[in-house]
């Protein structure tokens, strides 16, 4: 077979057939961290107090910090990339696509900008990875710990149905109009160029 010239350049960046992989890496590199946040979370509800999930609180405020750095970059990678990419498929799935898309991306800018806020205003400071962002308030800012409260844990749950949305029509894409979208964000690029042509989601 006669290696597709399109296919050597999807190393990097973006294509219209597949993502790069620095797009890829921040996609995975997200979803398992914000994969243990929710499991965390989820933990805290379930079993209350107790040293698992304190373990899981206590990491909470340094993959939250690395989940707003990697948001981010993945902003402004695919502003980059916005040429690029596998594009909507036309009609309502698409529009409906790009909603849901658009919702995600300021979901995931929010929650950890509302715990910035709360951060900001409480008489904790805030020093992730032990390096000190925002000294301690005295006295708190109550307002402000009031409003990311309210922001970062409604807004939080919120997301999460979103990305629930987000894998089920990963679904259905994928094992009811076989149109290989989830191959194209997992690297399976064969699969990929080989229909160009088929509707796709951007990421």
């Known amino acids: 077979m006669t290696p597709n010239p399109e296919m050597k350049s999807i190393r990097w960046r973006d294509t219209h057939v597949a993502y790069g992989t620095v ?9 398992g961290l914000i994969g243990w946040q929710f499991l965390g979370m989820g933990l805290r509800l379930i079993l209350g107090r107790t040293p ?8 909470h405020q340094n993959v939250g910090t690395l ?3 990697l948001i981010v970059l993945r902003i402004v990678w695919a502003l980059i990339n916005r040429r690029n990419r596998p594009t909507y498929a036309p009609g309502m799935a698409g529009r409906a696509a790009r ?4 919702m995600l991306y300021l979901a995931l800018a929010v929650v950890p900008a509302a715990a910035l806020v709360r951060a900001y205003g409480s008489d904790r400071g805030f020093s992730p990875f032990g390096v000190e962002i925002f000294s301690a308030q005295q006295p708190p800012l109550a307002w402000m710990v009031t409003l990311g409260n309210a922001l970062h844990g409604e807004i939080a749950w919120g997301m999460a149905v979103l990305i629930l949305g987000h894998v089920v029509m990963v679904g ?3 094992r009811m ?3 290989a979208t989830l191959d194209r964000m997992a690297g399976n690029r064969l699969r990929g160029a080989a ?5 796709t989601h951007e990421e």
Not at 23 to 31: D, E, I, S, V
Not at 52 to 59: K, M, R, Y
Not at 99 to 102: E, F, R, T, Y
């Open 177 to 179: 109009w076989r149109d």
């Open 99 to 102: 909603a849901g898309h658009l």
């Open 52 to 59: 698992l999930v304190s373990f899981f609180v206590g990491t």
């Open 172 to 174: 259905v894409h994928q």
């Open 195 to 199: 229909n160009p042509q088929t509707e």
């Open 23 to 31: 797009t890829r890496c921040l996609h995975w590199t997200m979803a």
């Open 67 to 69: 989940l707003f750095l």
